[in-house]
């Protein structure tokens, strides 16, 4: 084979190589950004996640916690029975949003320690926990009567 050749597909294998790991770095970053990690309020507390860090905190909405605020304004505690975490919210909470039943908040954990929650999800079923829920309070040892 003549230097020539070889060397033009030496540079076409290295310039392959090159924006094949580009294309990886791009993606892993996006993804790395868009992850959001499923805590219960135990987890939440034992590893105290920096603040700022996208999160999903599931759990029960505890009996007499929801307190409204002006406007949309509203603070609710979420409980594994164990730990219990206050989750702030200020916009529309769905309409299966009840207290005693399974929410999951989609947000960061501000500096103070309260939930600062973006989106907040209802179990659309009484029957119905989300699977990761379920596992995490039975682990927790939710009470029979709170499984549903």
């Not at 790991?21 to 939440?44: C, D, G, H, N």
């Not at 603040?51 to 505890?62: F, I, T």
């Not at 009996?63 to 609710?76: E, H, N, T, Y």
């Not at 954990?109 to 829920?133: C, N, Q, W």
Request: net charge positive; no cysteine.
């Amino acid at each position: 084979m003549k230097p020539r050749k070889r060397n033009a597909r030496l540079l076409a294998i290295g310039l392959g190589a090159v924006i094949l790991a580009a294309a990886v770095f791009l993606v892993t970053s996006a993804l790395r950004q868009s992850i959001s990690y499923f805590l219960t309020p135990s987890e939440l507390v034992q590893s105290t996640p920096p603040a700022g860090r996208k999160l999903s905190l599931g759990g029960m909405v505890e009996k007499g916690s929801v307190k409204r605020g002006k406007g949309l304004d509203v603070r609710f505690r979420v409980t594994d029975f164990k730990n219990t975490v206050t989750v702030h919210y200020d916009k529309v909470l769905p309409d299966l949003f009840r207290e005693g039943q399974g929410v999951v908040a989609e947000g960061h954990l501000g500096r103070d320690g309260v939930f600062m929650a973006s989106r907040v999800l209802a179990k659309h079923d009484e029957k119905y926990t989300p699977p990761p829920i379920a596992r995490a309070l039975k682990k927790a040892g939710m009470p029979a009567q709170a499984q549903q």
